[in-house]
C-alpha cells in the first residue's frame, strides 16, 4: 500500500515561540499540521517545523516536556524538517554565546552564533536570491538572527546574505536565519513539505499488503 495521495502530516514545535504563523503558512499550502507538545505528539508527523522563538527556553522546555529523546530519533529517521532563526539554532551541531546547558540536534553541520547577526541592529529586512526558488526574490525578516559562522562538507548553502549564510540545507534538513513565516511568499515552507511528499510516497508500507 502506498501512502501516495495521503497528504503529509506537518509538525510544529509548540513549546514557545512563532507557532502559529507557521500553522498558517503550511495550512495555506494545503497540509495538515498538528502542534507538538508532547512525547505522543512525535510518532505521526512527515515533517517538523521547528520556530523561532528563544532557543534557550525552548531547549529548556524540549527536556522538561520530555520532547528532546523522540523528536531527536525522528530526526535520526530524517524526517524533512525546517528550523528558522532559533529553529536553526536548535538544529545546529555547534552553537556559540548558547547556554552551558542549551542542547543542539546536530541535526545540520552548522557552527551558528546566537544574536550575532547584524549585532548593530536588531532586526531587518532584505531581499534575498534564491537560486533554488526560482527568479523573483524573498523578502527576509531578520530578528536577532544567528549567524552561521562555519558550515560541513556536506551542507549546502541555499541563500547568504553579504556573504554570510542565511538559508543552509542538509539532506532533507532545512534551516533559515530568517522568518519565512511572517511574509506571504511561501516558497520556503513548500519546499519543507515537497520534502515531505517525496519521502511518504516512497516510504516502504507500514505493513505488508497481502496478495489480491
Ligand atoms: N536570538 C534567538 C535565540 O537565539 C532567536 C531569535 C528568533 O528566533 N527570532 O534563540
Same mark, same amino acid.
Given at each position: 500500500m502506498s501512502r501516495e495521495g495521503v497528504e503529509v502530516i506537518v509538525g510544529v !514545535?509548540? !513549546?514557545?515561540? =512563532? $507557532?502559529e504563523p507557521h500553522v498558517a503558512a503550511l495550512s495555506a499550502l494545503g497540509a495538515k499540521t498538528l502542534l507538538v507538545r508532547s512525547p505522543d505528539d512525535v510518532a505521526g508527523i512527515d515533517a517538523l517545523v521547528i520556530p523561532g522563538g528563544e532557543s534557550t527556553t525552548m531547549s529548556m522546555l524540549l527536556e522538561s516536556s520530555g520532547l528532546r529523546g523522540p523528536i531527536g530519533e525522528r530526526l535520526d529517521e530524517r524526517i524533512p524538517v525546517l528550523g528558522t532563526c532559533a529553529g536553526m539554532v536548535l538544529l545546529a551541531s555547534t552553537i556559540l554565546d /548558547?547556554?552551558? @546547558?542549551q542542547h543542539a540536534f /546536530? =541535526?545540520?553541520d552548522i557552527t551558528v552564533r546566537r544574536n550575532a547577526f547584524g549585532r548593530q541592529v536588531d532586526s531587518f529586512e532584505a531581499d534575498l536570491r534564491i537560486a533554488s526558488l526560482g527568479e523573483a526574490p524573498f523578502h527576509a525578516v531578520f530578528i536577532r538572527a544567528p549567524c552561521v559562522e562555519d558550515v560541513g @562538507?556536506? $551542507?549546502? $548553502?541555499v541563500a547568504t546574505l553579504n556573504g554570510h549564510p542565511v538559508f543552509c540545507r542538509q539532506g532533507s534538513v532545512l534551516v533559515t536565519a530568517?522568518?519565512?513565516? !511572517?511574509?506571504? @511568499?511561501l516558497r520556503v515552507h513548500d519546499q519543507l513539505l515537497q520534502l515531505a511528499r517525496r519521502r511518504t510516497e516512497v516510504a516502504p508500507p507500514l505493513v505488508p499488503t497481502s496478495p489480491l
Open positions: !514545535l509548540a !513549546l514557545q515561540g =512563532a $507557532v /548558547g547556554r552551558s @546547558d /546536530g =541535526a545540520i @562538507d556536506k $551542507v549546502e $548553502v530568517f522568518h519565512p513565516e !511572517l511574509v506571504t @511568499d
